[in-house]
């Protein structure tokens, strides 16, 4: 298709230096994206020495900020008339981002977001997913199960109206709220991309606890600045 812009593909990162490769060589086989973008968020393993190797452009933060910090960061600094931010983790299943480009590059919606099909590991008790969705809802009346999908695309003129991108795991649950409270579509894409999951180990349950005290922060926040 003749495609009007430029696409960006933004890769937030932090200690995926043993599949970022993949992730990244599968995202160069989509002709519709023009950029790659890695943003390295203080990782302590060899991830930027990986991806150094790739060309592809590098963010260094030097330390670690948060997710959202680097997506705001990315959002900030490149130029771009869509932009896709796609986790590092997602290996070889990065190349289904194409079904994610395709409807917002022919107009069909604002914003397109990955829906993933049910893990076949149980992580924890979907406290975090019900909280996420309540919370869109809350604020929108809008019912989404892809809140917390890393994997999306934006245009350009959608981003530019939030006024808030919070640091950590809050941003995804952030960028969905104002997107439908500023008028514009958003289209769940159903894929059968793969990333890692959290078990239910003591690991696995301190970083989903993070994840609900971040998320439950943002929604705090956002009500306050309404």
Not at 84 to 107: K, M, N, R, W
Request: charged fraction near 25%; charge should be positive.
């Amino acid at each position: 298709m003749d495609k009007k812009g430029k696409l960006v593909c933004v890769i937030p990162a932090y200690n995926e230096g043993d599949i970022i490769e993949k992730t990244i060589d599968n995202l160069k086989k989509i002709q519709l994206i023009d950029e790659i973008v890695v943003v390295n968020d203080g990782s302590t393993d060899n991830t930027m020495n990986v991806v150094n190797n790739l060309n592809v452009t590098v963010i260094d933060l030097g330390k670690n900020h948060g997710k959202g910090y680097g997506m705001k960061r990315a959002i900030d600094t490149l130029d771009y008339d869509y932009i896709a931010f796609v986790d590092g983790d997602v290996g070889d299943t990065s190349i289904q981002v194409e079904s994610l480009i395709l409807p917002v590059l022919e107009g069909k919606t604002d914003v397109t977001i990955a829906k993933f099909s049910s893990a076949s590991i149980k992580g924890g008790f979907g406290l975090v997913k019900r909280l996420a969705k309540k919370g869109v809802y809350f604020y929108t009346k809008k019912e989404i199960n892809t809140s917390l999908s890393g994997q999306r695309v934006y245009k350009r003129e959608v981003v530019e109206k939030m006024d808030y991108i919070p640091d950590r795991y809050g941003i995804e649950v952030a960028m969905t709220i104002q997107t439908f409270n500023n008028g514009f579509s958003i289209l769940e894409v159903p894929v059968t991309m793969k990333h890692r999951y959290s078990q239910r180990n003591l690991k696995g349950f301190i970083h989903r606890g993070k994840q609900f005290w971040d998320i439950l922060k943002t929604l705090i926040i956002m009500y306050f600045r309404r």
